[in-house]
């Protein structure tokens, strides 16, 4: 299913680039994860490892300091081990299990990255997490910390969405899946840090723009629907999980799942169009903020089909 989906889609029509510090920023970013305790057995190290998130990050953020490359990779580390922990533990299996972490996470996030304040009883996910709270903080620009922050609680109360649809196995329609997936599939904080590369970018007024927004959502769609075709192999082999763009496709339409997937991809591929179209309009307007802010989405979009391509992760 895997040569199926990447035959189906259209490959990304923007340059594939790659940080130089990649493999350096990769050794970091795995030796961080082990001092904060978010791994702590071989088994767990080797699986970091393959997850490749420093290499996801190096395409995503092929032009930024290396510090702030670092502070992506590891943000990336955190989302993968949460996912894991949720979709392959049996943390994310009932909403009981995961709303105490949840609880903890939340209250380091309502800490803004206080470096006066101590993560107690958040575990290694919240040592972590405040970590990475602390040092967006450094960066003295309290927007991008404030979206980070926002956009982080989005993603944990979505997965306790996750959560009930799999104690109650029930397969979410397609739209509301499509919606859910733009905050599950932690796109949005990604795309904060990274922009946070950038020295120049649009100010509020000009991010609220409906079509600036609406590019924004496209791009986070573009991300996590590539996620869900690569990764449907790998799910479907193992525990079944409803959330895939595959999945519940094919429970609202009755479709098989080679149907599903083409349809998918089909998705997939028109909104691929419909991006470039509206990328194409707000690049004519020549406002080079609203050209940097573009170019993170049109990274991430090229990064994850690359980074797709060759990740294990979902071998």
């Given at each position: 299913?895997?040569?199926?989906?990447?035959?189906?889609?259209?490959?990304?029509?923007?340059?594939?680039?790659?940080h130089p510090a990649a493999a350096v920023i990769a050794e970091e970013s795995v030796g961080w994860a082990r001092e904060c305790g978010l791994v702590a057995t071989p088994a767990g190290l080797r699986r970091l490892r393959a997850a490749g998130a420093a290499e996801l990050a190096a395409r995503a953020c092929p032009d930024g300091p290396a510090d702030r490359l670092r502070l992506l990779a590891d943000l990336i580390t955190w989302l993968f081990v949460m996912d894991d922990a949720c979709d392959e533990d049996g943390?994310?299996?009932?909403?009981?299990?995961?709303?105490?972490?949840?609880?903890?996470?939340?209250?380091?996030?309502?800490?803004?990255?206080?470096?006066?304040?101590?993560?107690?009883?958040?575990?290694?996910?919240?040592?972590?997490?405040?970590?990475?709270?602390?040092?967006?903080?450094?960066?003295?620009?309290?927007?991008?910390?404030?979206?980070?922050?926002?956009?982080?609680?989005?993603?944990?109360?979505?997965?306790?969405?996750?959560?009930?649809?799999?104690?109650?196995?029930?397969?979410?329609?397609?739209?509301?899946?499509?919606?859910?997936?733009?905050?599950?599939?932690?796109?949005?904080?990604?795309?904060?840090?990274?922009?946070?590369?950038?020295?120049?970018?649009?100010?509020?007024?000009?991010?609220?723009?409906?079509?600036?927004?609406?590019?924004?959502?496209?791009?986070?769609?573009?991300?996590?629907?590539?996620?869900?075709?690569?990764?449907?192999?790998?799910?479907?082999?193992?525990?079944?999980?409803?959330?895939?763009?595959?999945?519940?496709?094919?429970?609202?339409?009755?479709?098989?799942?080679?149907?599903?997937?083409?349809?998918?991809?089909?998705?997939?591929?028109?909104?691929?169009?419909?991006?470039?179209?509206?990328?194409?309009?707000?690049?004519?307007?020549?406002?080079?903020?609203?050209?940097?802010?573009?170019?993170?989405?049109?990274?991430?979009?090229?990064?994850?089909?690359?980074?797709?391509?060759?990740?294990?992760?979902?071998?």
């Open positions: 299913m895997r040569s199926f989906a990447v035959a189906a889609l259209r490959e990304p029509p923007y340059p594939a680039r790659r943390l994310g299996a009932s909403p009981i299990r995961l709303a105490p972490v949840v609880a903890a996470l939340l209250t380091v996030l309502d800490r803004h990255g206080d470096p006066a304040a101590a993560p107690a009883g958040a575990g290694p996910l919240g040592v972590a997490l405040d970590d990475v709270c602390r040092r967006v903080r450094a960066q003295r620009r309290p927007g991008a910390l404030l979206r980070l922050i926002s956009q982080l609680r989005e993603y944990l109360l979505a997965l306790l969405w996750e959560a009930a649809n799999r104690e109650h196995r029930r397969v979410p329609g397609t739209e509301e899946y499509v919606q859910m997936r733009r905050h599950t599939g932690g796109a949005r904080p990604a795309f904060t840090l990274t922009d946070l590369s950038r020295d120049r970018l649009p100010d509020a007024a000009r991010r609220t723009e409906p079509a600036l927004a609406a590019v924004d959502v496209l791009a986070a769609d573009l991300v996590c629907w590539c996620n869900d075709l690569f990764s449907y192999g790998k799910e479907r082999s193992t525990a079944p999980d409803p959330h895939n763009l595959v999945t519940t496709i094919g429970g609202e339409t009755g479709l098989g799942e080679e149907a599903a997937l083409r349809a998918a991809a089909d998705r997939y591929n028109a909104a691929l169009t419909a991006y470039a179209a509206r990328e194409a309009a707000l690049l004519a307007s020549g406002d080079e903020a609203v050209d940097a802010y573009l170019a993170t989405r049109r990274d991430w979009i090229r990064a994850t089909y690359d980074w797709s391509l060759a990740a294990t992760r979902y071998a």
